[in-house]
């Protein structure tokens, strides 16, 4: 099994940075991307930004420019930078891994991001 616990999340003013950090634990093999979503009240979850095994990374329109995603492999973490936060970011953000011989999605139990004043 795979074990995701992310932290990082908390209360922002807007215009302010907070970084999520995701630790990937367990039988970890083939990681074939990670990535953020998020899910706001009322609204589906979508995706935030992803990265692939190859550093490849891909961006939501609305966080592009604001949010930087990186992994570091040899500790199984994958990061998400958010700068100039705004409050329709304010959502709980859930860390997502894909891995293994047959892909297999796991995902962490998510964490709170509120973005007010």
């Known amino acids: ?3 995701l616990v992310e932290s ?4 922002v003013q ?7 950090s995701c630790a990937a634990s367990g039988s970890i093999f083939n ?11 009322g609204k589906q979850r979508e995706l935030v930004a992803a990265i692939t095994s190859g550093g490849s990374t891909n961006y939501a ?9 990186s992994r570091d492999n040899s500790k199984n973490t ?5 700068n100039s936060l705004k409050p329709e970011d304010t959502a709980v953000y859930y860390c997502l891994i894909v891995c293994g011989t047959i892909p297999q999605n796991y995902w ?3 964490t709170q991001v509120t973005v007010s004043s």
Do not use: C, E, Y
């Open 61 to 69: 329109d609305s966080v592009k420019g604001r949010f930087t995603i």
């Open 31 to 41: 990681i074939r991307g990670m990535g953020w979503h998020r899910q706001a009240p």
């Open 108 to 110: 962490g139990q998510g």
């Open 78 to 82: 994958v990061n998400l930078q958010m």
């Open 1 to 3: 099994q795979v074990q």
């Open 8 to 11: 990082g999340g908390g209360l």
């Open 14 to 20: 807007p215009g302010g940075s907070l970084r999520l």
